[in-house]
């Protein structure tokens, strides 16, 4: 009999879980279960004191909750006997990071430290460290720091850097009882197995960390902050260990409270969107792998590192050994849209998907399909949430423009996908203007549901668009790398590779570029880089002027 692994695949609201065989990748049970406190933007749990602006922030709890659920939930689905399970592998959201004591106890959880909001694990979307951010981009750039060129020259807020420096700054007190920065990731294998390993993944693509070169030096944290100078060498400390590696097994505790044995092997993880990468079956270089959900990450691997403007960061045996794994992105995606069908939607919207038994977005996609290109007369810029590639700026903010009194909800949201695949469109010239080939595109993730959306980007990119066949990729790819921790001799695999090869299922869903499409959407992207250029590159710096008059006026109040 085969045996089977368990992936595991946190994301912003929720977590899935499934079950595969180890040889062949076929889906044995999956599961999913939402975190009761969810994103944490508006007040800490259990307190009526308000977060600050940009805050999002989760409860590590959650995470062990919804872990204990789902894994005895899928084996129970498939009977599969505890003893033939024998690897666990993981994918996370980040940079999710949490603060936590020598013991691994997170510091939201010690009663003194309950209710400051920086004892919480900060989101991967919390974007209160701008200031920070722009601070450490521009003393690396001062100081010719010669990491920061590998992160498009620009590091994000999103990162370990800027959120760990406004903790001191904002919370001394709490800096100084932290004793680990930790990735949600790592955290959970650590409670997992007993043991804290740095996945190279995380560490590379957000906490700046090099295969050759390390961590950026003590001198270059000290002259942002005095005490900042140990960040790494008391914080962060730990080895770091490529993908898929293992890191030990399940403890005596957590075998029982999962209904395991001590014989499943628990490997190093990835960040979600790296994952699908595997999930998708991609291990070999020039094919972008788009994992589209409430943000898209963009996924490419090549041979060879160059420097290219405002990736998320390039890093050896960062998705796959051997290979150098590009990360570039888009802050919000699903998350645009789902603000639009949030706030933006006359009555008529719901009573139209009442009747039709179908949700907002189905309703508006039926609608909007029925446009040709530039029907609608308007283009939007993608930013309602940041950019992040390749302007690496969270304080950027969305634009519509061409509205009349004519303009319906259908086109908003049309003119929204459009402004998102127009968004991938720059990312991927961004690569191939440096050299970096893209050859194939691979999408993943649950907007790949959208017929239309995927039509826009195939024709606003010009690339044939392959889908995953999986519908979990993210979680399938986590699988594999505990299937490769297990390695084969327990019944997986000794490599990524070949865990990918054999355990991806195979897809023939392909859009086609249709080129009256691309003729149209050719003259809007013209235009679209327009706006990009004057709006996101210092020419009219409006949207930065209404965000802080909104902070200022946030503050008094």
């Not at 308000?50 to 899928?74: F, I, K, M, R, Y």
Request: hydrophobic share 45%.
């Amino acid at each position: 009999m085969n045996k089977a692994v368990i992936g595991l695949d946190f994301g912003t609201e929720s977590a899935r879980a499934v079950l595969v065989d180890a040889t062949s990748g076929a889906l044995l049970a999956s599961a999913q279960r939402a975190y009761p406190d969810g994103v944490i933007d508006e007040k800490l749990p259990h307190s009526a004191t308000p977060l600050p602006p940009a805050w999002a922030l989760q409860n590590s709890d959650d995470w062990l909750s919804a872990l204990t659920a789902l894994v005895q939930t899928v084996s129970t689905q498939a009977g599969t006997d505890p003893s033939d399970i024998i690897g666990m592998g993981i994918d996370f959201t980040a940079c999710t990071v949490l603060p936590v004591t020598a013991t691994g106890a997170p510091l939201h959880t010690v009663k003194a430290f309950c209710e400051r909001p920086h004892a919480w694990p900060k989101l991967w979307k919390h974007h209160a460290a701008q200031a920070q951010a722009d601070r450490i981009n521009e003393t690396a750039l001062a100081r010719k720091q010669r990491w920061l060129a590998r992160y498009g020259g620009k590091i994000s807020a999103e990162w370990l850097l800027p959120k760990a420096l406004q903790m001191l700054e904002e919370d001394p007190e709490l800096y100084a009882a932290t004793d680990h920065f930790v990735e949600g990731a790592d955290w959970v294998v650590w409670q997992l197995s007993g043991v804290l390993a740095r996945n190279a993944c995380a560490a590379g693509y957000k906490a700046t960390w090099h295969k050759g070169e390390g961590f950026p030096a003590a001198d270059f944290l000290a002259a942002l902050h005095p005490d900042f100078s140990g960040l790494y060498r008391d914080k962060v400390r730990g080895p770091v260990v490529p993908p898929g590696q293992l890191v030990g097994y399940l403890t005596p505790g957590w075998a029982k409270r999962l209904g395991l044995t001590t014989r499943t092997a628990v490997a190093t993880p990835l960040i979600d969107a790296h994952a699908a990468v595997l999930g998708a079956g991609v291990t070999d270089a020039h094919t972008l792998v788009m994992m589209m959900g409430t943000s898209t990450c963009h996924l490419l691997m090549s041979e060879r590192e160059t420097l290219v403007e405002g990736i998320s960061g390039v890093v050896e045996d960062g998705i796959v050994p051997g290979l150098f794994g590009y990360e570039a992105g888009q802050a919000g995606v699903g998350d645009l849209f789902a603000w639009f069908v949030k706030q933006a939607l006359p009555p008529r919207y719901y009573e139209e998907a009442r009747a039709q038994g179908v949700d907002l977005h189905r309703v508006l996609t039926q609608r909007a399909r029925r446009q040709r290109p530039g029907q609608h007369g308007l283009l939007a810029l993608d930013w309602w949430n940041g950019n992040r590639s390749t302007l690496v700026d969270a304080n950027l903010s969305g634009l519509l423009l061409g509205a009349t009194l004519e303009t319906k909800p259908e086109d908003i949201y049309r003119a929204l996908i459009e402004s998102t695949a127009f968004g991938t469109r720059v990312i991927i010239e961004a690569f191939t203007q440096k050299g970096v080939a893209v050859e194939a595109v691979v999408a993943a993730g649950g907007l790949t549901e959208n017929a239309l959306l995927m039509q826009i980007y195939a024709d606003v990119s010009g690339h044939v668009i392959r889908v995953a066949n999986s519908p979990q990729a993210s979680a399938l790819g986590a699988a594999m790398l505990g299937a490769t921790a297990a390695g084969k001799a327990a019944g997986g695999h000794d490599t990524l590779a070949q865990a990918a090869t054999t355990m991806a299922p195979a897809s023939e869903q392909r859009y086609h570029p249709i080129a009256a499409h691309q003729r149209v959407y050719e003259t809007l992207f013209t235009e679209y880089k327009r706006l990009y250029t004057f709006f996101g590159r210092g020419q009219n710096d409006v949207m930065k002027v209404l965000r802080a008059l909104k902070s200022q006026s946030q503050k008094e109040c």
